[in-house]
């Protein structure tokens, strides 16, 4: 008997102290303990103190009493209020030492997502716990290590970065100003072993990028949803892009190749394309004529829905009425012209009228009073160059109707007789 009040004891004991941490921790109060001392099993919960029917009728001692009480406490707590007696509060409850143990795991990852893939290496260092956290492959699925600076590595970080590449889904540089070529290479070497890349943005990389790398990360890369590439400002160069269709073809949708060193070889590539939607292939002067004109005249490719040709001076508008009239241009929503210098404001409403506004042309040309002359010379120019010669056009009929119209209004001819020679000087 006396060991069963002394471990009863003990409980009661070991429960006061439970409800000093839970009163300290949460705030709540703990007005009393129940204990169930035929099964030993202790229950701690807060009793709230409620006014019976028979307490506001006027019934019950007990109620009267503690009424009593508390109306004399808050009579006492004004009169020391009145006479300027400061009144000792209660400080609040101290926080807890680890307020990241108590959020839910989605919290402290939405956290966690706010920080730099410099810093999110960093945090990793932390502790165990933060490891496995900041290891979570939500947080490294879109990685923009634009503002990367290579000063602040250390072989362990650089470690664990390249580690996390793999689970990388987006990868942007972007005009990165503290990387060098070798950090660029090594970033695309690693990224090439993630299977779940679906963009890459390499935008304004100058110097940095090595084109022989670029072509070697797409020969390498073993994603299988690559669908969004943006190469633009990039020394891109014709094998890497062709790396990429060989590679690619079949899932990508969307290419930006404005502004890079292209050749003929690219559009090739490109015409071989099953899901392209969006081609911008803007400024790309490197390109020659005759490339453009059997793109897109000949080889455009059945899927594409948007086409960009801005700061391309060669495209004519016979070449658009071509690709217009190609059975491969039927998913062909949207065309960019703008910054085409031969294509007139008429020309490409006389486009529009003739396939009854089928797409959408965004273009810059408008019409000028003082433009006609010019544009008109520039079209005969053109005429000369492209049309067939004179008796072509006319045919050999009319041109025999004019040779004997002639013939037979003109006067016979007179006879020839020899210029006399000059005497030699």
């Known amino acids: 008997m006396s060991r069963t009040i002394s471990r009863q004891n003990e409980a009661i004991r070991t429960l006061g102290e439970m409800t000093e941490v839970l009163k300290r ?36 001692g007990c109620g009267d009493g503690d009424d009593d009480d508390k109306s004399g406490v808050v009579e006492r707590k004004r009169q020391d209020n009145r006479k300027g007696k400061e009144v000792m509060v209660d400080p609040p409850p101290p926080p807890p ?6 959020l839910p795991t989605e919290i402290f990852l939405r ?22 956290i900041a290891s979570d492959p939500l947080l490294w699925r879109i990685l923009d290590l634009s503002a990367l600076d290579s000063k602040l590595f250390n072989p362990k970080t650089a470690t664990t970065l ?51 790398s670029l072509e070697h990360h797409f020969r390498m890369s073993q994603s299988r949803c690559l669908m969004h590439v943006d190469l633009s400002h990039s020394p891109v160069t014709t094998p890497a892009v062709v790396a990429l269709m060989d590679r690619h073809r079949g899932t990508l949708r969307s290419l930006d190749l404005s502004h890079t060193a292209i050749g003929d070889g690219t559009l090739r590539a490109v015409s071989q394309a099953k899901a392209l939607h969006t081609l ?35 495209v004519k508008i016979t070449w658009l009425y071509d690709l217009m009239k190609l059975p491969t241009s039927g998913n062909l929503k949207v065309l960019n012209v703008e910054g085409c210098e031969r294509l007139t404001l008429g020309d490409l409403r006389e486009l529009q009228e003739a396939f009854q506004g089928r797409i959408e042309i965004r273009h810059d ?18 005429f000369l160059s492209t049309d067939p010669s004179l008796p072509e056009r006319l045919g050999e009929e009319k041109l025999k109707a004019m040779e004997s119209s002639s013939s037979s209004s003109c006067p016979p001819p007179l006879p020839s007789t020899p210029l006399p020679s000059l005497p030699p000087s």
């Open 25 to 60: 921790e949460t705030g709540v109060s703990v007005e009393g303990i129940i204990v169930d001392t035929t099964n030993t099993e202790m229950i701690s919960r807060p009793l709230k103190r409620e006014r019976r029917a028979s307490d506001v009728g006027g019934g019950g």
């Open 111 to 132: 956290i966690l997502s706010h920080l730099t893939p410099h810093e999110l290496v960093q945090s990793a260092s932390c502790s165990r716990e933060w490891y496995y």
């Open 280 to 314: 911008e292939i803007s400024f790309c002067t490197s390109v020659s004529r005759t490339s453009i004109r059997n793109f897109l005249c000949k080889r455009f490719p059945g899927c594409i829905v948007t086409l960009s040709l801005r700061g391309l001076r060669d």
């Open 162 to 212: 390249t580690q996390r590449l793999r689970s990388c889904r987006s990868f942007t540089l972007n005009k990165p100003q503290n990387l060098t070529q070798d950090h660029v290479t090594a970033l695309l070497h690693f990224l090439s072993a993630s299977p779940v890349l679906e963009q890459l943005h390499l935008q304004s990389l100058g110097s940095l990028l090595n084109s022989h």
């Open 365 to 382: 040309a408008h019409a000028r009073p003082g433009d006609d002359s010019v544009w008109g010379y520039r079209r005969y120019i053109e």
């Open 97 to 102: 030492s680890n307020l990241f143990r108590n």
